[in-house]
């Protein structure tokens, strides 16, 4: 690896937006990066687009690669495998970066470097009206936070994030592929990653801007349950995973959602917890006794914030 950054960027017919991301490379006031474009079967003139943004003499190495249309997990598997940098940003076809993310990125690794216990760095998404996306973290006094992907909601990171991992720590953890499945939810990896006991290093400074757009994973459904209906297996491992290492109210949460996802499918209880791999029985005790204590302590969370803020506290 000779570069210490990896800019990893799906494609999807998106030639008409990504010229607002490449700019925005070209802007960085740091270009000691790579940028992989791996276009997901396209079938624009995103080949073209990209081989102009290769003939301009911008100081920033660039990487095109083409695959059957697979889903973007596949597409990080795939760019995986070619990344140079050491460490792995994934940045979508319709976004943009601050001008000085790529220094904060830099800056933030060299400080963790002899951190073995660290999977990465991380910084808030804001709107192009500088409107941050989810919620600012709990600083407690400090520059950042360090928790991993299943403390997040400890600590406030609620939300999307701007993630930065180690390329190699990636590499341990592929996204799982299925047959005729186009998406898998970026938490498979998080945290998996974060069941190994690594953490991130999360700092409540701005790198990422985004709008997100009708035609994207987030408004498209992809999470929604139409969207786990289409990618059913690949979200059945994702609850499965769930059940053994996410916390008890999390775990509760995904899985109300899973049920309702069984019931617009018209599976029984026995067909539903057969797909994510538990007995019947333990799938009715979560489902009639967990699931309300979790759901009413996830109430109580919500009335003590609300204590807190009318207290100033």
Same mark, same amino acid.
């Given at each position: 690896m000779n570069k210490r950054l990896t800019v990893f960027t799906p494609v999807y017919n998106r030639s008409k937006i990504i010229v607002?991301?490449?700019?925005?490379?070209?802007?960085?006031?740091?270009?000691?990066f790579e940028w992989i474009v791996v276009d997901d079967g396209s079938d624009d003139n995103i080949d073209e687009v990209v081989k102009q943004f290769m003939d301009q003499k911008t100081g920033?190495?660039?990487?095109? !690669? *083409?695959?059957k249309h697979?889903? $973007?997990?596949?597409?990080?598997?795939? @760019?995986?495998?070619?990344?140079?940098?050491?460490?792995? !940003?994934?940045?979508?076809?319709?976004?943009?970066?601050?001008d000085n993310a790529v220094e904060l990125i830099l800056k933030w690794i060299e400080?963790?470097?002899?951190?073995?216990?660290? @999977?990465?760095? @991380?910084?808030?998404?804001?709107?192009?009206? &500088?409107?941050?996306?989810?919620?600012?973290?709990?600083?407690?006094?400090?520059a950042f936070v360090e928790c991993s992907n299943l403390e997040r909601k400890k600590y406030n990171l609620l939300g999307d994030?701007?993630?930065?991992?180690? #390329?190699?720590?990636?590499?341990?953890?592929?996204?799982? /592929?299925? /047959? &005729?499945?186009?998406?898998?939810?970026? =938490?498979?990896?998080?945290?998996?990653?974060?069941?190994?006991?690594? $953490?991130?290093?999360? %700092?409540n400074i701005p790198i990422y801007v985004c709008e997100y757009l009708d035609d994207g994973l #987030? $408004?498209?459904?992809? =999470?929604?349950?139409?969207?786990?209906?289409r990618n059913y297996k690949g979200y059945c491992f994702y609850v499965e995973q769930s059940m053994h290492i996410v916390?008890?109210?999390?775990?509760?949460?995904?899985?109300?959602?899973?049920? =309702?996802?069984?019931?617009?499918?018209?599976?029984?209880?026995? /067909?539903?917890?057969?797909?994510?791999k538990i007995s019947k029985d333990r799938y009715c005790v979560n489902l009639f006794i967990?699931?309300?204590? @979790? %759901?009413?302590?996830? *109430?109580?969370?919500?009335?003590k914030e609300m204590w807190k803020k009318k207290n100033g506290i």
């Open positions: 607002d991301l490449f700019n925005s490379l070209c802007d960085q006031t740091v270009k000691d920033i190495p660039i990487r095109y !690669f *083409k695959q697979g889903g $973007k997990h596949r597409a990080i598997n795939y @760019a995986l495998g070619k990344a140079e940098g050491v460490y792995f !940003f994934i940045v979508d076809s319709d976004d943009m970066l601050t400080e963790i470097k002899d951190r073995h216990d660290i @999977a990465g760095v @991380a910084g808030l998404r804001i709107s192009k009206n &500088g409107i941050v996306w989810g919620e600012n973290p709990k600083l407690q006094g400090n994030k701007a993630e930065i991992y180690k #390329t190699d720590i990636l590499r341990q953890f592929p996204f799982p /592929e299925f /047959e &005729g499945e186009y998406f898998v939810t970026e =938490n498979v990896c998080w945290d998996a990653i974060a069941h190994r006991g690594y $953490k991130l290093r999360w %700092y #987030t $408004k498209n459904g992809a =999470n929604g349950i139409d969207g786990h209906m916390p008890f109210k999390d775990r509760m949460y995904r899985l109300y959602w899973y049920d =309702n996802t069984r019931k617009r499918m018209k599976k029984s209880l026995s /067909e539903a917890a057969e797909d994510i967990l699931m309300p204590i @979790a %759901y009413l302590l996830r *109430k109580l969370d919500k009335l």
